[in-house]
Structures are given as structure tokens and as C-alpha cells.
């Protein structure tokens, strides 16, 4: 999708340009939302062999470039996309994404980053809202009585 949005000048912006946590820390790191996140779960639950190899090569680069994991997947985002939407509840969340605007990766770098990526599907209201479903099962229509 980013190629034609290049070619037709449409910007992006991603939300959970982290991978719900995922990109930010190593496998076995815990945290509230990996431990709660009901949605996350399913989306990652299928590709995680894949994402798993994603996660070592982010730590590998930010190992490299002596940054966080959460600077590098960032820095990789901003040469794909206009404006990631990146959440922050602690401060240090903050420092890592305004980090990250000057960390510049390599075109080596990016391509290791890239090579193990499928893409993964989609759940919750994403899923739901599918154009050949019918209204009456669509998401919205189910809360709105």
C-alpha cells in the first residue's frame, strides 16, 4: 500500500506504530498491556514466529546504534510514513519517539528490518466492517440499540 500511496501523494498514519508494545522490548518482557491487551493478542498470535525474528532484528540495530528498540522502529516508521501515532504514559516513552526523529538508518538496515514482514490480519472493528457484511452485523449497528 505505501507505493500507491507514495504515487497518488496520500499520506499515512499508523496507529500502534509500535505493535501494541512489541517493537519496544525484547520476547518475555512484561507489561500490562502485552499481559491485557485482548486485540493485540489476536492480531499477533498468528504471525508470531514471523514477528519474533522482526523484534531480535530491531534489538540487534538499536544494539548497533547503542538506542532503544523503541527508537529504532520509529526511525524506520518516519522513512515510510508522513506521521506515526505513537502513544506515551510515561515520560520515557516520549524521549524515545522525539529520539527517534534523529536516528537515520541505513537502506541496509531498513531491509534487514523488512525482509521477515507479513502482513497480519485484521481484528476487532477493522474485521468486523468488511464491505461484504451485511449492516445489520456490522460493529456499529450492534451497540447502537
Not at 10 to 15: E, H, K, N, R, S
Not at 55 to 80: D, G, H, P
Request: aromatic content about 6%.
Amino acid at each position: 500500500m505505501v507505493p500507491l500511496c507514495k504515487t497518488d501523494n496520500i499520506a499515512l498514519t499508523p496507529y500502534s506504530a509500535l505493535a501494541s508494545g512489541r517493537l519496544s522490548r525484547l520476547p518475555g518482557a512484561n507489561s500490562k498491556r502485552l499481559k491485557d491487551d485482548f486485540y493485540a493478542k489476536l492480531k499477533y498470535q498468528n504471525t508470531e514466529v514471523q514477528d519474533m525474528e522482526i523484534i531480535r532484528r530491531v534489538n540487534e540495530i538499536s544494539q548497533n546504534y547503542e538506542v532503544s528498540m523503541t527508537e529504532v522502529s520509529l526511525a524506520w516508521l518516519l522513512e515510510k510514513v508522513t506521521s506515526p501515532v505513537v502513544g506515551a504514559t510515561k515520560m520515557h516513552h516520549v524521549d524515545g519517539a522525539v529520539s527517534a526523529v534523529d536516528l537515520k538508518l541505513s537502506s541496509e538496515d531498513i531491509s534487514y528490518l523488512e525482509e521477515p514482514y507479513i502482513a497480519h490480519d485484521l481484528v476487532g472493528v477493522m474485521a468486523d466492517n468488511k464491505v461484504s457484511s451485511k449492516d445489520e452485523d456490522k460493529v456499529w449497528q450492534k451497540y447502537r440499540k
